[in-house]
């Protein structure tokens, strides 16, 4: 169904924004999509964060975003009363020129990159052997078993994550961090790399096992990677591989 909003011109239709933004990171998922950009071209100007701090930190997002895939110098635009009209410029202003298509990259480029790619996953085996934090686990499990005298099944799962950053000028160390922040009873981080996607801009690929009555690797992503403070380095983050153990 589709998401209404006030005229975002007004106060109240602001007031009815930062309402809605306040358990949200965007208007209709965890990524930014076209509902944002529709929403963000109905308002002048960022909202003034003292009044409206929710709106004011999913605008400085979207901005953000915008910013670095389209960094050409505008005109000058306005949206005629926010109420989805069409796009109007100004009297006697130039016309807006047209955006040049941004060429694919070269041949040679995409085997480097799928080159480099293949070497990575050779030099590392992420579904290989147990890290030490792994094995540690394993004992206290076999240790309470015994103790208990009783022959306990605990369900477990090992998740291979895609992490993406906003852009190449991302720190990946600090990305990392905030991945390995997330402590959870039943969750273990396990072996991790940088992964190249184009344009000097790196994924990073983490390992995690989870006892599966105690951790959910969706609630996880949509409460701890999705919100700030992690949410200021990490653009989306994405299931690549799910397996029982």
Not at 49 to 73: D, E, I, M, N
Request: net charge negative; glycine share 8%; proline share 5%.
């Amino acid at each position: 169904m589709a998401i209404v909003f006030k005229d975002v011109s007004t106060p109240e239709g602001l007031q009815h924004l930062d309402a809605f933004l306040s358990s949200r990171t965007f208007v209709s998922g965890h990524h930014a999509s076209l509902d944002d950009l529709a929403v963000y071209g109905a308002l002048s100007a960022a909202p003034p964060a003292s009044a409206f701090p929710h709106a004011s930190r999913w605008y400085s997002k979207v901005s953000h975003s915008l910013g670095s895939k389209f960094p050409g110098h505008g005109v000058g635009v306005h949206v005629g009363g926010g109420s989805g009209g069409s796009l109007e410029t100004r009297e006697k202003e130039e016309e807006v020129p047209e955006v040049a298509a941004i060429p694919p990259p070269a041949a040679a480029e995409e085997a480097a990159v799928a080159k480099e790619e293949e070497e990575d996953d050779d030099d590392l085996d992420l579904f290989g052997e147990e890290t030490e934090e792994e094995k540690a686990a394993a004992a206290q499990r076999e240790a309470a078993k015994k103790a208990s005298g009783k022959k306990a099944v605990i369900g477990k799962s090992s998740v291979l994550l895609d992490v993406k950053p906003w852009d190449d000028e991302t720190d990946m160390k600090k990305l990392e961090e905030q991945v390995r922040a997330v402590k959870l009873d039943g969750l273990f981080w396990g072996a991790s790399k940088l992964v190249p996607v184009g344009y000097g801009i790196k994924k990073l690929q983490i390992m995690m096992t989870i006892e599966d009555d105690k951790v959910s690797p969706d609630n996880l992503i949509e409460d701890y990677l999705s919100v700030e403070p992690a949410s200021d380095y990490i653009q989306s983050c994405d299931i690549v591989a799910f397996n029982k153990i």
